[in-house]
């Protein structure tokens, strides 16, 4: 099980705002999953660890054995019941949408419409939608407040073994054009990119790609890229720069990658 507590301390010594441990609720019921999360301007990173015998804690652990690293790839949705109905026509055959909710330490109650698919239908990872309900009570200025100038999430990689085949599948479960780019597949979203590659193309400049089908990390975006590098690097985390990016590869505590780059001007 992730250390919640470990993952904070490395995060916030590496100079982000996180949230403190909160527990959901599913109708009313522990859903069995605990929670701290990255907000920023643009996504969040949410740090999950099952904590209870739960369908949903089994869920989450049944990708978590899988291997170390990011598992969760959440599209938001201002409608998720329209949502759920799109994915249905498209023989994603979601689960009833799932109402989440949660307290926050000021007692404010955040609550969340989630649609899950079976796994098989997006064997990458926990791969859902999010409406979120309450968002003022989540992307607080506190919050929002990183030391090190992350401000969002720029991209999310995936481990294909046919890449063009897993991109199609995705495009349809998200509603986005795929395009051809370097040596792999892109969606473009909102805010942010899905790239899926092989394995071996993924490898150029991620460290410790898990075998397909799998989410590999995600990019960050950030205002200096040096210092950040410098902040990882005193902290101990192993910082590889290659042609266009520089990758962290994250401990335990978190897993997978992080991969950023200078922003352009």
Known sequence: MPDLDAAGALLEALGFSVTPVSHHEHSGKPAGTSNRCLMFEQGYVEILAPTLDTPTAQRVRAHMSRYGGVHLCCFGTPAAEAEHS??????????????????????????????????????????????QLTPQFLWTEKAL??????????????????????????????????????????????????????????????????????????????????????????????????????????PPALGGNWLFQDPTP
């Open 86 to 131: 799109r994915l249905q026509a498209h023989g994603f055959e979601p689960q009833p949408l799932v109402h989440l909710q949660r307290k926050d330490q000021a007692g404010n109650l955040l609550r969340f419409n989630v649609i899950y698919v079976p796994p098989e239908k997006m064997p990458e990872g926990r791969v859902q939608y999010c409406e």
């Open 145 to 250: 407040a990183h030391e090190n100038g992350v401000t969002g999430l720029a991209a999310v990689y995936v481990v294909a073994d046919d890449p063009a085949q897993t991109a199609a599948r995705w495009a349809r479960f998200a509603g986005l054009l795929p395009f051809p780019e370097h040596n792999g597949v892109c969606l473009n979203t909102a805010r942010g990119r899905i790239f899926i590659a092989t394995r071996d193309s993924l490898a150029a400049f991620l460290d410790d790609v898990p075998a397909a089908p799998a989410i590999a990390g995600y990019a960050l975006a950030l205002k200096d890229a040096d210092a950040f590098a410098a902040r990882c690097a005193k902290a101990g985390l192993k910082v590889r720069k290659t042609r266009r990016h520089r990758c962290v590869a994250l």
